[in-house]
């Protein structure tokens, strides 16, 4: 059964996070949280996998939540 990678699976990261911001540019606070939001939809029908994707929303409200 397959389970949510968290090792740096990409060869540029910072190339695709420049992307990402580059992405924001010239985006008012809405639009750049509607933008994230149609993003986390696409990624989300790509990955495919509901168990995954859960998995996934888990790992970072945990990353999120005070200790």
Known sequence: MEQLAKDLRLERVD???AELIEAHRGLDAEQSLRFDARLILLLINQ????????EAIRAAR??????
Not at 47 to 54: A, F, Q, Y
């Open 15 to 17: 190339e695709i996070y």
């Open 47 to 54: 990955i495919g996998d509901e168990r995954i994707v859960r």
């Open 62 to 67: 945990e990353a999120e939540t005070p200790s």
